[in-house]
Each structure stands twice: as structure tokens, then as C-alpha cells.
């Protein structure tokens, strides 16, 4: 069995998982200590029985369904929140057809009822590889258990500062993944959350408080020969917990760099510089671009960058 079927087939139940075990009939036992008691426990049980207990074992799947389509995008519903989720689940293989660039909304209406999107659930986006890019609202505060994990087309994200939690294996095997900026707001970081993350280069934590990670988070990723960078004042911190210590190279933002950035997704200058937006700096005060020509062949390098104008005011972006 690959590492990737075996995630795959990897049964999480209350933040515990249980190997999946796949009996006659398809049944599916929970623990690994039961096996040779159901296979007795099957040779005795009649075929109508047998029918049963496998339409219970499928009862959870098909509750998954989702709710609502609403403008391309999975919902469920419950009380005045939504979760944004995926469209089928087949023994456990997830899908969804979501491609490009997805803009979830802060609220939805569904049967004359407005809903605050406030999860990315589950599986949302599990195994998208044509998912290029997603916004994600102010409204969410979880991303959810496995939620992009497989989604190798992606290559950055930004979390909204709204978010608090971040599960396991959220954005596992992101292949694809080079830079990651998690805001201030979130407070815990689960396993396997950003593992196998091959491609990942850079991460901007914004927290001032270091986040309760665990020591999983970043597994298989080559945080090694990455870099972490973090407010100024918690440096030492984070260079003191585990795994942001694994990070090869740790620098620290000051709170003027952090406040005001504006994200640009788009690494080209050229429609920025047009519009006579002035000249842009590296945050240690060289010069990166003039006018409409760049030191760069009309692109920045990745990280945060600063444009000053004429009359002398200043705006940060991060270009990702």
C-alpha cells in the first residue's frame, strides 16, 4: 500500500484515527484489535445480516451529501452557518470539480436564508489539482481536516485574519505550495497540516504569539532550507519552538512592515507601474523598480515589498 492510499484510506473519528480495514461485503471495522473477531463474527451471520450491518457502515457516507451549488461552490448548512464542502464522497475518495481561481463569499442565500460562511470543511477541496488559487473570506474562522490537501496546482495562500484553527493534513501533499501567510488570528496548527509541502520556500507567520503547533505540522516539508519569517518581537520565540526552529533561516518583520500589506498574486509590475504607483523598495531600502522599468525585467521578487509615492506616502504589498 502507497502513503497516498493509506491516507486515503484513513478513517478520523474525534481527532483519533483508525486504520481502515475492508472486509467481505466492504464492511469497515475501526480497530485494528477486532479484525479476527469480525471475521469469525461474519462466517456466522446470515447474508440478510450481512446486508445490513454493510448498509449501516454506509449510513455516514450517505449523510455527506451536500446541501447546495450555490455560484459553483458545495455547501452544507446548519443553524445561520455554512460550510463550504465537496460535491461526492465514494469510499472515502472525495471529489469536487473545482479548477482555477475559486472566490468564496462571506454569506450565501439558499431558500430565502442568508448564511455566513464561516469553515472551509472537510475535503473541501481535497485532490483539485486544478485549483490554481482560492480567496477566502474575513467570515471563516476553521479550515477544516484534510480541506486542500492534494491540491498540487496551488502555489500560495493567504489565510484571512480570521481564521483561529488550522486542522490536520489541511493543506497536505500541496505540492505545488511555495509560500504560506497565516495571519495573527490563528491560535493552533494541527498535524500533517502543511506536510509534504516539497515545493514550499517561504512562510510569513504573522502571529505574535506562536501558534500551538504540533511537532507533525511539517513533516516531509523541506522547512530546512526555508524561510520563516515572523514579527520582530517574537523572533526569539519562535526560534525556541518546535518545528518553526526547524526553519533555516528565521527574520523578523517589524509592525510597520506587517500592517496595511496588500497582497498582488499577479508577480508582474508592468499594470502596477502604469498606473504611476512610483517607486518600489526592498524592505532594507533598495531601490527594485522605477517608473515603468525594473531592475527586474518588470517583476519582484516574492515577499514583502514597499511603493513609495510622490507626495511622499508609502504602502506595503506582498507579492506571492
Given at each position: 500500500m502507497t502513503d497516498d492510499s493509506f491516507y486515503r484510506n484513513t478513517l478520523y473519528y474525534h481527532g483519533e484515527h483508525h486504520s481502515v480495514i475492508f472486509l467481505p461485503f466492504s464492511l469497515l471495522i475501526l480497530d485494528n484489535?477486532?479484525?479476527?473477531?469480525?471475521?469469525?463474527?461474519?462466517?456466522?451471520?446470515?447474508?440478510?445480516?450481512?446486508?445490513?450491518?454493510?448498509?449501516?457502515?454506509?449510513?455516514?457516507?450517505?449523510?455527506?451529501a451536500y446541501d447546495a451549488k450555490i455560484d459553483g461552490i458545495y455547501y452544507n448548512f446548519s443553524g445561520d452557518e455554512a460550510t463550504v464542502t465537496y460535491k461526492q464522497n465514494t469510499n472515502y475518495n472525495y471529489t469536487s470539480d473545482y479548477s482555477g481561481t475559486v472566490i468564496i463569499p462571506e454569506s450565501v442565500t439558499y431558500n430565502n436564508k442568508t448564511y455566513g460562511v464561516t469553515s472551509i470543511g472537510d475535503h473541501a477541496f481535497t485532490s483539485c489539482n486544478q485549483l490554481t488559487s482560492v480567496v477566502i473570506p474575513n467570515s471563516v474562522t476553521s479550515i477544516s481536516f484534510g480541506a486542500f490537501a492534494w491540491c498540487s496546482g496551488l502555489t500560495s495562500i493567504t489565510l484571512p485574519n480570521s481564521v483561529t484553527s488550522i486542522d490536520s493534513y489541511a493543506f497536505y501533499d500541496c505540492s505545488g505550495l511555495t509560500l504560506i501567510t497565516i495571519p495573527n488570528s490563528v491560535t493552533s496548527i494541527s498535524m500533517y497540516a502543511f506536510s509534504g509541502c516539497s515545493g514550499l520556500t517561504e512562510v510569513y507567520c504573522l502571529a505574535e504569539n506562536v501558534p500551538e503547533t504540533s511537532s507533525k505540522a511539517f513533516d516531509g516539508t523541506p522547512i530546512a532550507s526555508a524561510t520563516l519569517h515572523v514579527p520582530a518581537a517574537s523572533i526569539d520565540a519562535y526560534k525556541a519552538t518546535g518545528p518553526w526552529s526547524g526553519f533555516g533561516t528565521i527574520v523578523g518583520l517589524t509592525q510597520d512592515?506587517?500592517?496595511?500589506?496588500?497582497?498582488?498574486?499577479?508577480?508582474?509590475?508592468?499594470?502596477?507601474?502604469?498606473?504611476?504607483?512610483?517607486?518600489?523598495y526592498d524592505l532594507n531600502g533598495r531601490k527594485m523598480a522605477n517608473g515603468q522599468s525594473s531592475m527586474f525585467n518588470g517583476k519582484l521578487p516574492r515577499g514583502i515589498n514597499i511603493i513609495r509615492y510622490a507626495d511622499g506616502t508609502s504602502k506595503k504589498v506582498l507579492i506571492k
Open positions: 484489535s477486532l479484525t479476527l473477531q469480525a471475521e469469525n463474527l461474519l462466517k456466522r451471520i446470515n447474508m440478510k445480516q450481512k446486508l445490513l450491518l454493510f448498509l449501516a457502515a454506509m449510513l455516514p457516507l450517505l449523510a455527506s512592515m506587517i500592517d496595511g500589506i496588500r497582497e498582488i498574486k499577479d508577480e508582474s509590475l508592468t499594470p502596477a507601474l502604469s498606473e504611476g504607483e512610483g517607486d518600489w
